[in-house]
C-alpha cells in the first residue's frame, strides 16, 4: 500500500465518527487505499483538510462535496462516494441531434443531474481501465450550451460502485465487456448494480420459486413441438417471445382457427402466415427465430382500453435509502390491430390514472388495484435477488389486466429505457434519472442530503 500525504481532521470530527487516533491511517477513495499522516486540531467545526500530495494518490478530481465515514472493523477512513456508469462508448455530444429516448441523451442526461450530487460520478467504458492501478479515464458531460457541450475526461480511482447501463444484449456479449465486468465484480470495496439483460426463462423460473407469485404468472414454457401441443388446445391465443430478445421484437403470436395455425410475427412490420400443423408451423417459422431459444406464454384475455390492448409499465427503482418505489407508472396501448404495445413497435403512452379510472368505477376499486400492483412489484423484485443473489436498483415491468380485474406480470426488464422527456411529468422523467444515483450513494454508504 502506497503511503502518501497528509489528512487534517478536527477532533469535533474524530470523536462523532469514532476514529482510533494513532499516527497513520488508511484513506480509502473507491478502490484505492493509500496510508495517510493523520492530524488533529481544533479549528474549525466537523471539517477535515487533504494534502496536495494526498489528493493526487487518491486521484480526486472533485474534493468539495466528498463526504467522509469511518470504516472501524478496518481502520478505514472512506471519502466519497465514487460512482462510475458503466457503458460501451462515449456519446456524442450535439444533444439537437440525439433523440431523447436513446441512450446517448440517458447518459448525457444523467452526467449533467450527476452534479447536484455528492462526491464524484463519472462514465467509463471497459476500455478506459488501467487495471494496474486500479484506475480509470473517466468522463464527465460539461454544458456548453442547451443543446451543445463536451466530454472531459480525467483520471479516477475504480468506483465503490458501478451502475451498468451496458444498453443492448449484443454490446453486454462482447469480449472485452464481460472480461472488465466480470473483473469489476470481484473487485474488493466495489458494489455493482443491474449487472445483466435478463433471459424471460431464466426470469420465469426463478419467479416459479415463490408460491406468492404463481397466480400472477401466465403459463410459460420453452418452446418445442410437445410443449406448443400441450399448450395450444388450452389457450386459444399464444404468444411465442425470444428468451433474449428486447422491444418486443421477434414475438409470434399464434391462434388456432378451423383447424389451421394463423400466426402474426411482429419484426417491425407485421408478417402473416398459416400452417396445416405443429410440424409445418415450426417450419414456417424457423427462419424468423432464428435458431434462438423461445418461451411460449399463454395468451391473456386483457381488458381493453377504447378497443386497445394494452398493458402497465412499470419503472422501479430504489430510493437513496434503498428502498423499492414506483418512480413512473404508465399504460403502453398497442396500434390499432396488433397485441404488442411496446413503443418501439407503435405503441403509444397513456396516462394510467386516466386509464384506470375509466376502468374501475370507484376510489376504493382503483385504490386497491394500485396497492395490488405495488405488492407485485415489491415481491417480484425481492424474489429476483434473493433468488440470484445479486443486486438490482431498477426493473421495468410489464403488467397486464385480465377482463376480471386480475393482474398478470408479463414480462421483466433489468435495463429499462428512460425517456429525458416525459408526455407526463418532467419532475417524474427527472427523478427515474436521479433515483439510480441516489441508490449508488446509498451502496457506497453515504447519504444524499
Known amino acids: ?152 475526461s480525467a483520471i479516477y480511482p475504480l468506483p465503490d460502485v458501478v451502475y451498468d447501463r451496458i444498453h443492448s444484449r449484443s454490446l453486454e456479449s462482447r469480449n472485452n465487456v464481460k472480461y472488465a465486468k466480470n473483473r469489476l465484480l470481484q473487485m474488493p470495496y466495489l458494489h455493482y448494480f443491474n449487472p445483466y439483460y435478463f433471459n424471460k426463462w431464466s426470469v420465469h423460473q426463478t419467479l416459479l420459486n415463490n408460491p406468492l407469485l404463481h397466480k400472477y404468472l401466465p403459463e410459460t414454457r420453452e418452446l418445442n413441438e410437445k410443449n406448443l401441443a400441450d399448450m395450444l388446445p388450452k389457450y386459444r391465443t399464444l404468444f411465442l417471445k425470444p428468451s433474449n430478445g428486447s422491444l418486443g421484437k421477434g414475438i409470434i403470436k399464434v391462434v388456432t382457427d378451423k383447424g389451421k395455425l394463423k400466426y402474426v410475427v411482429y419484426r417491425g412490420k407485421r408478417i402473416k402466415g398459416q400452417a396445416d400443423d405443429i410440424s409445418d408451423f415450426m417450419k414456417k417459422t424457423k427462419k424468423y427465430r432464428d435458431d434462438r431459444a423461445y418461451i411460449v406464454q399463454q395468451g391473456l384475455d386483457l381488458i381493453r382500453y377504447r378497443g386497445a390492448s394494452f398493458d402497465l409499465r412499470i419503472i422501479f427503482q430504489k430510493n437513496g435509502q434503498g428502498e423499492w418505489q414506483i418512480s413512473k407508472k404508465f399504460c403502453r ?56 443473489k445479486d443486486i438490482f436498483g431498477e426493473l421495468g415491468l410489464d403488467i397486464g389486466i385480465e377482463r376480471t380485474g386480475r393482474l398478470y406480470l408479463i414480462e421483466v426488464n433489468s435495463k429499462p429505457r428512460k425517456t429525458t422527456e416525459s408526455q407526463v411529468s418532467a419532475v417524474i422523467a427527472r427523478n427515474t434519472f436521479k433515483r439510480p444515483l441516489a441508490y449508488a450513494c446509498y451502496l457506497a454508504g453515504f447519504n444524499t442530503k
Not at 418501439?344 to 400492483?373: A, C, D, P, Q
Request: aromatic share 8%; net charge positive; charged share 25%.
Open 1 to 152: 500500500m502506497k503511503t502518501a500525504g497528509t489528512i487534517s481532521i478536527t477532533k469535533q470530527l474524530v470523536e462523532k465518527l469514532g476514529i482510533k487516533v494513532e499516527p497513520y491511517i488508511i484513506v480509502r477513495v473507491g478502490c484505492i487505499l493509500v496510508k495517510a499522516k493523520l492530524q488533529i486540531h481544533d479549528r474549525g467545526r466537523g471539517s477535515y483538510t487533504l494534502s496536495p500530495d494526498l489528493i493526487k494518490a487518491l486521484y480526486i478530481k472533485r474534493t468539495k462535496g466528498l463526504k467522509i465515514r469511518y470504516q472501524p472493523e478496518e481502520k478505514i477512513l472512506h471519502l466519497g462516494p465514487t460512482i462510475g456508469i458503466f457503458a460501451a462508448y462515449i456519446p456524442g455530444t450535439n444533444r439537437e441531434l440525439v433523440d431523447p429516448r436513446s441512450l446517448q441523451a440517458e447518459l448525457i442526461y444523467l452526467s449533467i443531474i450527476s452534479k447536484s450530487f455528492p462526491g464524484q460520478i463519472y462514465l467509463f467504458t471497459p476500455n478506459c481501465i488501467n487495471w494496474a492501478n486500479k484506475t480509470c479515464r473517466g468522463y464527465v458531460y460539461r454544458a456548453l450550451s442547451p443543446t451543445r457541450g463536451r466530454w472531459e
Open 333 to 388: 396501448l398497442a396500434p390499432r390491430g396488433s397485441s404488442i404495445s411496446n413503443l418501439s413497435s407503435g405503441g403509444r403512452v397513456e396516462n394510467s390514472s386516466k386509464v384506470l379510472k375509466l376502468l374501475f368505477k370507484t376510489e376504493e376499486e382503483i385504490t386497491k388495484k394500485n396497492e395490488e400492483i405495488l405488492s407485485l412489484c415489491i415481491t417480484v423484485a425481492n424474489t429476483l435477488e434473493q433468488e440470484s
